[in-house]
């Protein structure tokens, strides 16, 4: 279990690590794919504001006919689009979803997708990020588009 935990060490800059860390905060444990990332095994590789990276696996992910359901390329790219926009607001914001937008380019079957997400907006209030998933030939399977909105904590 250890090997595999720290085969999915999500990458983070350092400067983000020792924001959260003097906090007190688990950075790794608040910017996982949550609940429904889990059960879907989103596996987050790398998180900056500039650039998240996930994989999901096609199996388990499916509807009815055999293919890759769309709602699961949703929930990838809101997950993905929510850690940057998290990661861009800082210690002090959190992120929550406003819109999200998915267009479905083709269907995939078998094997896994890569989502990654890159800002297309960082303001001060909401954080648009664009995520692309690929199938593991590099083949554009969805192009996703997510707003959120930059709310302060109480804290």
Request: proline residues 3%; negative net charge; hydrophobic residues 40%.
């Amino acid at each position: 279990m250890a090997d595999e935990q720290q085969q999915h060490a999500v990458k983070f800059p350092q400067e983000v690590l020792d924001e959260y860390a003097a906090l007190g905060i688990d950075l790794p444990a608040l910017f996982s794919a949550g609940a429904l990332g889990e059960r879907m095994e989103i596996r987050i590789l790398e998180a900056s504001a500039d650039r998240v990276v996930a994989t999901m696996p096609v199996k388990g992910n499916t509807q009815p006919y055999g293919l890759l359901h769309g709602g699961a390329s949703a929930v990838l790219a809101e997950t993905l689009g929510s850690v940057g926009a998290m990661l861009h607001g800082g210690s002090r914001k959190i992120a929550v979803g406003v819109d999200l937008n998915c267009t479905h380019h083709r269907g995939v079957r078998e094997g896994s997708v890569t989502g990654t997400a890159t800002p297309v907006h960082r303001g001060r209030s909401t954080a648009t990020y664009e995520i692309v998933v690929t199938d593991e030939q590099d083949r554009r399977v969805c192009t996703a588009r997510l707003t959120c909105l930059l709310r302060d904590t109480d804290s």
